[in-house]
T-cell receptor
């Protein structure tokens, strides 16, 4: 079966660092994506990992461990505009993404 | 470069009717994937089209169908609408739908079935 787990919601303070975890069990694995989705808007791409290790892109970093079926998204220097849903998705077959339920992040002043 | 566009943005239909949604991918993108998003189930994959052929399919009933045209534009059709079909329908395009290509999402079509 296909299963992707991430926390339902998280709260953090402006200026702080937050880590959003994602664990997955899928029949195939061709890479893991993180998307950000603000309420009422389409998901937007944040990061992609296919090899183990850390990918850094500005304030956002994403880590992958294929042997553990685990990834995390790290957000630094949190801003109010980072309040959104963060979606972990596994590409297990061509153009097919399997999404987790999303983590609703609230950034408070 | 224009983004992914979807029409219509909002739609209200009655149970039993059918509906057709349209998606125009980013220029040069040949793969179009469709997703259904609901509060309870999250984002679920419907199907993917590449070069006018359905390449992948999710676990949705046969009432959900789609097609892709030679210009890569795609349509999805839902027949005999049910209340549970009320959702945000998102399409996403990518260069080839290959493993490493990110998918760019359109703004979605909000379908309400009454």
């Amino acid at each position: 079966g296909q299963n992707i787990d991430q926390p339902t919601e998280m709260t953090a303070t402006e200026g702080a660092i937050v880590q959003i975890n994602c664990t997955y069990q899928t029949s195939g694995f061709n890479g893991l994506f993180w998307y950000q989705q603000h309420a009422g808007e389409a998901p937007t791409f944040l990061s992609y990992n296919v090899l183990d290790g850390l990918e850094e892109k500005g304030r956002f970093s994403s880590f992958l461990s294929r042997s553990k079926g685990y990834s995390y998204l790290l957000l630094k220097e949190l801003q109010m505009k980072d309040s959104a849903s963060y979606l972990c998705a596994v590409n297990n077959q061509g153009g097919k993404l399997i999404f987790g339920q999303g983590t609703e992040l609230s950034v408070k002043p | 470069k224009a983004g992914v566009t979807q029409t219509p943005r909002y739609l209200i239909k009655t149970r039993g009717q059918q509906v057709t949604l349209s998606c125009s991918p980013i220029s040069g993108h040949r793969s179009v994937s469709w997703y259904q998003q609901t509060p309870g189930q999250g984002l679920q994959f419907l199907f993917e089209y590449f070069s006018e052929t359905q390449r992948n399919k999710g676990n949705f009933p046969g009432r959900f169908s789609g097609r892709q045209f030679s210009n890569s534009r795609s349509e999805m059709n839902v027949s005999t609408l049910e209340l549970g079909d009320s959702a945000l329908y998102l399409c996403a395009s990518s260069l080839s739908g290959g493993m490493s290509y990110e998918q760019y999402f359109g703004p979605g079509t909000r379908l309400t079935v009454t």
